[in-house]
């Protein structure tokens, strides 16, 4: 039988009060995340994702930030990107060509009105509906993935894109 002293009994008593106060502490921080600053990092994680995915669609357009790449030409749609749509995505109701192209275009001009934070929530809208395309008709089993992607999306729709915006920049001009 397993008796606890009366010293022991308020050591552990003093220690479940020490880790609620830490809890408790750690949980009053995280209420206080500025939403700018949440916004910010989901706006420019989510349009690095459909940016990198866009570049892979076309030839002649390479622009990458991180690595200081830029190949400016007249992008074109490569045919790489066709032949994906026609072999291993299938989407109904579209041809190859056009779906292409939408994705392509999408994936480069939705991505970046996120990053400005330009017609934000619209565009979240956009790339979710892009995200749900995905997983339903292309890669199914990557629903750990999209649903992320969603997430982040979802929270910009919900939330908006932050102060550090031209969305808020927009908005503080029709104030006046």
């Known amino acids: 039988?397993?008796?606890?002293?009366?010293?022991?009994?308020?050591?552990?008593?003093?220690?479940?009060a020490r880790v609620s106060a830490l809890l408790h502490s750690v949980h009053s921080m995280m209420g206080h995340l500025p939403n700018?600053?949440?916004?910010f990092i989901a706006r420019f994680s989510i349009a690095a994702?459909?940016?990198?995915?866009?570049q892979t669609k076309i030839e002649g357009l390479a622009i990458d930030i991180v690595s200081g790449t830029f190949e400016l030409g007249m992008p074109r749609?490569?045919?790489?990107?066709?032949?994906?749509?026609k072999e291993e995505y299938k989407l109904p109701l579209?041809?190859?060509?056009?779906?292409?192209?939408?994705?392509?275009?999408?994936?480069?001009?939705?991505?970046i009105f996120i990053l400005l934070g330009l017609a934000t929530r619209l565009s979240a809208l956009g790339l979710l509906g892009m995200t749900m395309v995905i997983?339903?008709?292309v890669y199914p089993d990557a629903y750990a993935t999209h649903?992320?992607?969603?997430?982040?999306?979802?929270?910009?729709?919900?939330?908006?894109?932050?102060?550090?915006?031209?969305?808020?920049?927009?908005?503080?001009?029709?104030?006046r």
């Open 36 to 39: 700018t600053l949440l916004a």
């Open 77 to 85: 749609l490569s045919d790489n990107a066709v032949f994906l749509f």
């Open 49 to 54: 994702v459909f940016w990198k995915s866009g």
């Open 94 to 111: 579209l041809s190859p060509e056009l779906g292409a192209t939408m994705a392509a275009l999408g994936e480069h001009i939705l991505p």
């Open 147 to 175: 649903g992320t992607w969603a997430a982040v999306l979802l929270y910009l729709m919900a939330h908006g894109p932050g102060k550090l915006s031209l969305d808020a920049w927009i908005a503080s001009r029709h104030e």
């Open 135 to 137: 997983q339903l008709f």
């Open 1 to 16: 039988m397993n008796t606890l002293t009366s010293s022991q009994g308020a050591e552990a008593g003093g220690l479940t």
